[in-house]
């Protein structure tokens, strides 16, 4: 654990040191000592550790440096990017040496314009994607059934009741069947989630609301996350598989990335899915992380809910993310098996993105034959 702290900070550090160094050729613009602006560096460098450890001692100031610091990480990600663009075709300013002040300066406003645009496109209410999907297995009585999914709410420190309230409103205006919630909605801070239980409790659906665990859950204490859940009125699943209504099961597992870094996630899959009866009901299968689609398809799921990806985000980081997970967002073919991963609801660090915003999927379920 503290090699990963240190690693990451060191990475902090590397970004941060880069687009100061680059701003340094501004100073004489807006005649700012160079002194300042290393000061100013050192202030943004700070911010982040010094969030994590005011936690508990100091709440107040934690909450206020976690707000800059992580914005201030959005912002460093697109000025790092607009710096090295101009790196790359000046080759690190060694050629058009004379336009290497203007090019500079550009990505500078280029960088806050994006900031500008990713911090509203963050504060906005997630949209509806609406999909209709053929559940094989699900009974001619159930055909219709209307399922909303949601992930990655990241309640905390940056998004709260109002959020919350606003997200409850635009579901209950859905009138669904049956609400499943895929994982992180704790973002770090369980305790402060939990006097937000009598919002969550507004979640309903005739056949229930269930969910199962993030990665930022499990980090935030399993038990602490789940006893949010149970408290709210929600269904957690752990590795199991219940009928929620005649032909209609819904499986789910504890967050399979956290899982995987220390077991084989595949049979967990397979075990969690094993009482689904292929043709005579159809099954929807919750997991945090889009992993082990194949062996969900071959143990009988029709249908599977993911999260965790955010899609990306921030552009251009998308193009990272499916580097790790290729279905970074969207729907998709496994055989039989339909996936939807979601962008999330929430934002995980800055509450920034740039250009796709959060969502809430509305599907349809369809019976196989009518």
């Known amino acids: 654990m503290h090699l990963f702290f240190f690693i990451v900070l060191s990475i902090w550090a590397g970004l941060n040191g880069y687009a100061f160094w680059r701003l340094s050729i501004l100073t004489a613009l807006i005649r700012l000592p160079p002194f300042a602006l290393w000061a100013l560096a050192l202030v943004c460098w700070l911010s982040l550790p010094a969030s994590r450890w005011a936690r508990g001692s100091f709440p107040r100031m934690s909450d206020a440096l976690d707000v800059f610091s992580t914005t201030w990480l959005g912002v460093l990600f697109l000025l790092c990017l607009c710096f090295l663009a101009v790196d790359c075709a000046t080759l690190g300013g060694f050629v058009f040496r004379n336009w290497i002040f203007k090019l500079r300066l550009i990505a500078v406003v280029a960088a806050t314009g994006l900031s500008v645009v990713a911090l509203i496109q963050g504060t906005r209410n997630p949209v509806i994607r609406e999909q209709t999907i053929v559940l094989p297995g699900l009974p001619r009585e159930r055909d219709g059934l209307r399922l909303v999914f949601?992930?990655?709410?990241?309640?905390?420190?940056?998004?709260?009741?109002?959020?919350?309230?606003?997200?409850?409103?635009?579901?209950?205006?859905?009138?669904?069947?049956?609400?499943?919630?895929?994982?992180?909605?704790?973002?770090?801070?369980?305790?402060?989630?939990?006097?937000?239980?009598?919002?969550?409790?507004?979640?309903?659906?005739?056949?229930?609301?269930?969910?199962?665990l993030g990665n930022h859950d499990v980090y935030s204490g399993p038990d602490q996350s789940s006893g949010i859940m149970e408290a709210a009125g929600f269904h957690v699943l752990h590795d199991e598989s219940i009928v929620v209504a005649t032909g209609l099961r819904i499986a789910g597992v504890d967050d399979l990335g956290v899982r995987g870094r220390a077991e084989s996630v595949e049979p967990v899959v397979r075990k969690t899915l094993n009482q689904t009866?292929?043709?005579?009901?159809?099954?929807?299968?919750?997991?945090?992380?889009?992993?082990?689609?194949?062996?969900?398809?071959?143990?009988?799921?029709?249908?599977?809910?993911?999260?965790?990806?955010?899609?990306?985000?921030?552009?251009?980081?998308?193009?990272?993310?499916?580097?790790?997970?290729?279905?970074?967002?969207?729907?998709?073919?496994?055989?039989?098996?339909?996936?939807?991963?979601?962008?999330?609801?929430?934002?995980?660090?800055?509450r920034m993105r740039l250009w796709r915003p959060g969502e809430i999927w509305l599907v349809t379920l369809r019976a196989s034959q009518l």
């Open 150 to 212: 949601i992930s990655d709410m990241h309640l905390g420190t940056q998004i709260g009741r109002d959020w919350l309230n606003q997200l409850v409103e635009q579901i209950t205006l859905l009138k669904p069947d049956l609400i499943a919630i895929g994982g992180d909605l704790v973002d770090h801070d369980a305790e402060r989630v939990q006097a937000m239980t009598p919002e969550l409790r507004r979640l309903r659906a005739p056949l229930g609301v269930w969910a199962v």
């Open 277 to 350: 009866r292929r043709g005579l009901e159809g099954c929807v299968f919750l997991s945090h992380t889009p992993i082990s689609m194949t062996a969900a398809a071959e143990a009988g799921a029709g249908l599977m809910l993911c999260g965790h990806t955010h899609g990306g985000q921030i552009w251009p980081f998308n193009y990272l993310v499916k580097m790790r997970f290729p279905t970074i967002a969207g729907l998709y073919d496994f055989g039989d098996m339909k996936l939807i991963v979601s962008r999330g609801a929430g934002t995980w660090g800055p």
